[in-house]
């Protein structure tokens, strides 16, 4: 089932299989019935649970009707998936009172300072690319500048891609799950999963285990590995996107000045960090250090005139961030297909469908041993 792998169900099918062709030949006995009837009902209920978790991600047996079901409806899996993360959850009131509640300058402020050694090695990355952009010698003397609202995002967005299996994610998957302790995130990602359960609940008995499935892996979803990759491609999406709109309501002449007061500030980093030949290799580290260091050093009054201000920005801009979010997220699924979606929750689930097999194969043995007590019974025997 996962990668030409014979699991523990497949194992338990074949046993029960060979166990009624062992147990056909001594019918004639008490026990031979009660085994072969036994192995027979395991065997018939283990090929029908096999053919169900094969047609979610396969055609078993070359059987195109209503199989494959996971590839197939990849629209309506995204469909769904916007409409609970963008209708149900991360509604425009929720992201009020989320940024109300915990101000993102406060909550970012707060993870740098637990996080600093890996935010700056993260930045340096980011700066060595705008070095590389540079006319150093240039810069050292105070002459020339560079493009930093433009190369920025880039900058950003590439480091972001490029670091999926690095520590850094692994601090922002220990952010995620403090975060998830949150009460006004708890709520949301509970709607999210009793969404998903009543979807669920509402059909047959193989669905409602599905939906208690899902909620059991509620918090695992948090820790699982792969998830530092969806939260490097979800996260560096949703920057790329962000960095696009605000370039885009800067008019020319902001543009302008920002990137004038930037290049000021980077060019005094740049100087104090390359003052001789032999210090330009660890040039984006020392700027990096002098940025966090600079971050960190905001207090009082600056550092709280500064939230009001972002925090005030931010509520005005919460439903653009909405639609951003949404576009972002229909962006980020289409860019997998419905077979790589079906591979992903083969792989995934692979343990606990065997389990929903063996439990099939087992329950389908207890039954017909019962059925052939209670055929002993009545005639007789």
Not at 19 to 26: E, G, I, N, V
Not at 186 to 203: I, K, T
Not at 229 to 250: D, G, Y
Not at 348 to 370: C, E, H, P, W
């Amino acid at each position: 089932m996962k990668n030409g792998k014979v699991g523990m169900a497949d194992g338990l099918l074949v046993l029960s299989m060979a166990l009624c062709l062992f147990s056909y030949m001594y019918m004639e006995t008490s026990c031979g019935k009660l085994l072969f009837h036994m192995a027979l009902a395991a065997g018939i209920a283990g090929l029908a649970d096999w053919y169900a978790v094969r047609s979610l991600f396969h055609k078993p047996l070359g059987i195109g009707f209503h199989t494959d079901i996971i590839k197939n409806s990849r629209v309506k899996m995204m469909a769904a998936a916007r409409n609970m993360l963008m209708e149900q959850i991360f509604t425009v009131p929720a992201l009020y009172r989320l940024c109300k509640l915990h101000p993102p300058l406060m909550v970012c402020r707060q993870w740098i300072q637990e996080n600093q050694e890996l935010c700056t090695a993260w930045l340096a990355r980011c700066i060595q690319v705008v070095l590389e952009h540079m006319d150093l010698e240039a810069s050292i003397h105070g002459k020339g500048d560079v493009d930093l609202i433009g190369f920025a995002g880039p900058a950003v967005t590439g480091t972001l891609e490029d670091i999926k299996g690095d520590p850094f994610w692994d601090a922002v998957t220990r952010e995620a799950r403090r975060l998830y302790h949150l009460p006004v995130m708890e709520n949301m990602l509970n709607r999210l999963f009793e969404e998903a359960v009543a979807y669920y609940g509402e059909g047959s008995t193989g669905r409602k285990m599905a939906g208690k499935l899902l909620l059991s892996k509620k918090e695992e979803l948090l820790k699982r590995g792969e998830e530092r990759f969806l939260q490097s491609q979800i996260i560096a999406s949703l920057v790329e996107q962000a960095w696009s709109v605000w370039l885009q309501s800067l008019t020319g002449e902001k543009r302008q000045q920002l990137n004038y007061r930037l290049n000021q500030l980077f060019m005094k980093w740049v100087q104090n960090a390359v003052r001789e030949e032999t210090e330009r290799d660890d040039a984006a580290q020392k700027i990096a250090a002098a940025l966090i260091d600079w971050i960190l050093a905001l207090s009082g009054n600056r550092e709280r005139m500064l939230e009001r201000s972002f925090s005030y920005w931010l509520i005005r801009k919460i439903p653009d961030i909405h639609q951003l979010m949404d576009r972002t997220v229909m962006q980020w699924m289409e860019r997998y297909s419905g077979q790589e979606i079906s591979d992903f929750m083969e792989q995934s689930l692979y343990r606990d469908l065997q389990i929903i097999r063996v439990n099939g194969t087992l329950i389908g043995a207890v039954l017909g041993f019962l059925f052939e007590l209670a055929y002993m019974a009545a005639g007789g025997i």
